[in-house]
């Protein structure tokens, strides 16, 4: 069974940092598609960060380039999203997803695996 458990949400001020994880089991991680989505209520979800672990190639949503990183710690088999300048127009619900394929990376549909969210919430 394939679960996907994210952690590192929280409350921060405007131009602070958070560094949300995501431990997944029962999925091979060392070659798939991972990502970080977003998603505020009556929105759909928003690709923020993907990357294909085992190219090691990442893409970020033009909203957060400069701003966000997103890696992978092999040893420990745990995503990360190191959220820096954090605006309130980041705060959402942040979703870690996987797949072991992936044709486009920031797309919701190429995703089958998802975790529960953690929420992120930027005070001005």
């Known amino acids: 069974q394939v679960q996907l458990v994210e952690s590192g949400g929280g409350p921060v001020q405007a131009g602070g940092s958070l560094r949300p994880s995501c431990a997944p089991s029962g999925f091979f991680t060392d070659r798939a598609c991972m990502a970080w989505f977003r998603q505020v209520?009556?929105?759909?979800?928003?690709?923020?960060?993907?990357?294909?672990?085992?190219?090691?190639?990442?893409?970020?949503?033009?909203?957060?380039?400069?701003?966000?990183?997103?890696?992978?710690?092999?040893?420990?088999?745990?995503?990360?999203?190191?959220?820096?300048?954090?605006?309130?127009?980041?705060?959402?619900?942040?979703?870690?997803?996987?797949?072991?394929?992936?044709?486009?990376?920031?797309?919701?549909?190429?995703?089958?695996?998802w975790g529960q969210g953690t929420q992120v919430t930027v005070s001005s």
């Open 41 to 113: 209520p009556g929105k759909g979800r928003e690709g923020v960060a993907a990357i294909r672990t085992g190219s090691g190639t990442t893409v970020y949503h033009d909203s957060v380039k400069g701003r966000f990183t997103i890696s992978k710690d092999n040893a420990k088999n745990t995503l990360y999203l190191q959220m820096n300048s954090l605006k309130p127009e980041d705060t959402a619900m942040y979703y870690c997803a996987a797949d072991p394929l992936c044709d486009y990376a920031l797309g919701a549909y190429e995703y089958n695996y």
